[in-house]
């Protein structure tokens, strides 16, 4: 195990300085907006942008590192990055932003499908679970650590712009340094339309919906609203990172209930509780903004819940299709997430700009009751709710970032090594 963590730490310090910078850009963003005073529209809009270019990134990076190879194609779209981190500061214009944000989010997420399509390849079934559990470690860790650089200077200086270009232009280096042999990128893959996952798992594409329409306002406008309630630059830092941390420390037990029963009914429950912290989120920033503690922790307990979405409905999805649409329909599955992150923020930000500190939970709390009316529709049709189904496989938490990602996943080669006809049939847990 120690000389594999050796041999791809290149790709784990790419993955990690990437993450440090980009996620210190995002909220800086947000931060540096309000200080110019662009509206909450606009900031809603200025994410739904990002995840746009991240849509299209998925769509064309396969292309692209066949095109030009893994290393070629990471240093192209660091070097994309480290520019676009810069011209922010060039050009303090809304439409400009828009264009540079768009352009951002195409490389972040190119730059994911290199990086965790070269670690899947490098990576032996024997040490699979272990190396994904790190690599999930990673990006939380990094996304709460960068949080704690806007304490460094004011956001409306270029000090911390130059700090977030560094770090993602420094990703290029490890990657660029090892000598790890790039993986053979497959010609031809089967393909599985977004019509096709629905018809084999509908929940786990409604659950990868509204994790879209959740966490990209989550990651895009958590700075907006925080700001909204009169925060610190300090407390506004501090309320991320715990956040995120908190949400991290809960996926472990979300995870094993979700492995002890029917995991559509799973996902139900976690529409209903983050409804209820939803409800409560609203309330405590209505009513009692300054209780700092209480809204960090129901926020980590909300984000725990919403980031368990889309690692559920992916299992779910795993179960229910053939090894060979594996790739395939992880892909289906990242552009539902990717249409609801589009759509998400630029609905959120209509809600902040004209409801104030509390629409964001607001927006939140309609969003999970909506959806589960639906999924009540959706467990009704498949006859579930009087008589659950069992599952083999067992939930790892993941985040969500390329199509590539999914092959990694410990547990999907066991379960889609079982014979066609066991993953057609409801199958049931093993006695304990």
Known sequence: MRSILVSIMALFLAIFLLLLGNSLLTTLLILRGVAEEFSGKFLGVLTSVYFLGAFVATLLSS??????????????????????????????????????????????????TVVE????????????????SIYTLINLVAV??????????????????????????????????TRLQQPHMAVDMPSMSVFKVFDAAPVAVTGCLVSGLIMGPFWGLTPLF???????DKALAAFISLSILGGAMIQYPVGRWSDRMDRRRVIFGTFVLG?????????????????QSLITIL???????????YPISVVHLVERIHKDHLVAGSSSLLMIYGLGSFIGPTIAGFFLEYMGAGALPAYYLIILSFFSLVLIMQLIRSRIVEKPEDHESLYVA????????????P?????????EERRSEPSGRQPT
């Open 398 to 409: 993941m985040v969500r970032t390329s199509q590539n990602v999914l092959p990694m996943h």
């Open 275 to 291: 409804s209820l912290l939803a409800l409560s989120l609203a309330i405590c920033a209505k009513y009692l903004p300054m209780e």
């Open 144 to 177: 709460a650590a960068s949080q704690q650089l806007l304490l460094i200077d004011s956001v409306t200086s270029s000090t911390l712009f130059i700090i977030a270009s560094l770090l993602v232009t420094a990703a290029v280096m490890p990657i660029s340094w």
């Open 226 to 232: 925080v700001s909204e309630l009169g925060y610190s």
């Open 117 to 132: 399509s070269w670690l899947n390849g490098q990576t032996q079934d024997a040490y699979r679970s272990r190396v994904f």
């Open 299 to 309: 926020s980590a307990l909300f984000c725990g819940l919403v980031l368990a979405i």
């Open 411 to 419: 547990e999907s080669e066991e379960v889609l090594d079982m014979p």
């Open 63 to 112: 292309k692209m590192i066949k095109r030009m190879g893994h290393i070629r194609c990471f240093t192209f779209c660091t070097a994309l990055l480290g520019c676009c981190t810069l011209v922010y500061t060039l050009f303090i214009s809304p439409y400009a932003w828009l264009i540079i944000r768009f352009f951002t989010g195409f490389g972040v997420f190119a730059m994911y």
